[in-house]
């Protein structure tokens, strides 16, 4: 005697019997998160389960609370969140991994574009290399506290420069110095050693003071078409 099934091959099975058989096989489910749990792992609640999985490594885009994500493993004991569905707050994103991170392309370009501010931040340190940098600003704000620079040649054009600080020090081989007006006010003494000195104006050379002494070892030399003294 036959005895024909009474149950529909079109039928789906219960809510009751999809959670058996997950329970007891493999995993694939939709949640919420609810919590992050210590060491990596997170609390998803998915058909009023709650399952507790672990981050796969291809989910780059870190779980917040209350985002709609994937949860899939061969066990209901062992569980990795997959992908994130859909945020809860689509404001915020971060990408987060537990060690180094290289982000490289073999025969193309990178870029990296934000619509209002792109912030780099090294804990330790912040290294480019590259053979041409290139930077080009509106504005810039530059706050070092020691600044160190070593390179073969340097080059400014600027329309008006103004430097301020407590010392300043220059040591060269070659000074050279061309304006057309040139303005120098020292409120202490200015000296100035030099083998040779030479000053030559075309047109009046004048040096005053309230007293005034010019000294010379061997030689002194006035000579003009017209000398006044007194």
């Given at each position: 005697m036959n005895v024909a099934s009474l149950r529909s091959p079109s039928i789906q099975p219960t809510a009751t019997e999809q959670r058996t058989s997950a329970e007891g096989g493999a995993v694939n489910a939709l949640g919420s998160v609810t919590s992050a749990l210590p060491g990596g792992l997170y609390s998803v609640e998915s058909d009023g389960?709650?399952?507790?999985?672990?981050?796969?490594?291809?989910?780059?885009?870190?779980?917040?609370?209350?985002?709609?994500?994937?949860?899939?493993?061969?066990d209901a004991k062992r569980l990795y969140l997959t992908a994130v569905a859909e945020q809860a707050d689509a404001r915020t994103s971060r990408l987060d991994v537990s060690g180094d991170l290289t982000l490289?392309?073999?025969?193309?370009?990178?870029?990296?574009?934000?619509?209002?501010?792109?912030?780099?931040?090294?804990?330790?340190?912040?290294?480019?290399?590259?053979?041409?940098?290139e930077i080009d600003a509106d504005?810039?704000?530059?706050?070092?506290?020691?600044?160190?620079?070593?390179?073969?040649?340097?080059?400014?054009?600027?329309?008006?420069?103004?430097?301020?600080?407590?010392?300043?020090?220059?040591?060269?081989?070659?000074?050279?110095?061309?304006?057309?007006?040139?303005?120098?006010?020292?409120e202490g003494i200015d000296q100035v050693r030099a083998s040779h000195i030479d000053y030559q104006a075309s047109e009046m050379a004048r040096l005053h003071g309230r007293n005034t002494v010019?000294?010379?070892?061997?030689?002194?030399?006035?000579?003009?078409?017209?000398?006044?003294?007194?």
């Amino acid at each position: 005697m036959n005895v024909a099934s009474l149950r529909s091959p079109s039928i789906q099975p219960t809510a009751t019997e999809q959670r058996t058989s997950a329970e007891g096989g493999a995993v694939n489910a939709l949640g919420s998160v609810t919590s992050a749990l210590p060491g990596g792992l997170y609390s998803v609640e998915s058909d009023g389960r709650v399952l507790h999985c672990q981050r796969a490594a291809s989910c780059l885009l870190r779980p917040e609370i209350g985002d709609l994500v994937l949860v899939s493993g061969p066990d209901a004991k062992r569980l990795y969140l997959t992908a994130v569905a859909e945020q809860a707050d689509a404001r915020t994103s971060r990408l987060d991994v537990s060690g180094d991170l290289t982000l490289a392309s073999e025969r193309g370009a990178v870029s990296i574009e934000s619509a209002t501010r792109l912030s780099l931040q090294g804990r330790e340190r912040l290294c480019m290399d590259t053979p041409q940098l290139e930077i080009d600003a509106d504005t810039a704000d530059c706050r070092v506290g020691r600044l160190a620079y070593q390179g073969e040649e340097a080059e400014a054009r600027v329309l008006s420069m103004r430097v301020i600080g407590r010392v300043y020090e220059v040591i060269v081989d070659r000074l050279v110095h061309l304006s057309k007006t040139a303005f120098r006010m020292t409120e202490g003494i200015d000296q100035v050693r030099a083998s040779h000195i030479d000053y030559q104006a075309s047109e009046m050379a004048r040096l005053h003071g309230r007293n005034t002494v010019v000294t010379a070892q061997d030689l002194i030399k006035a000579d003009a078409s017209q000398i006044h003294m007194g």
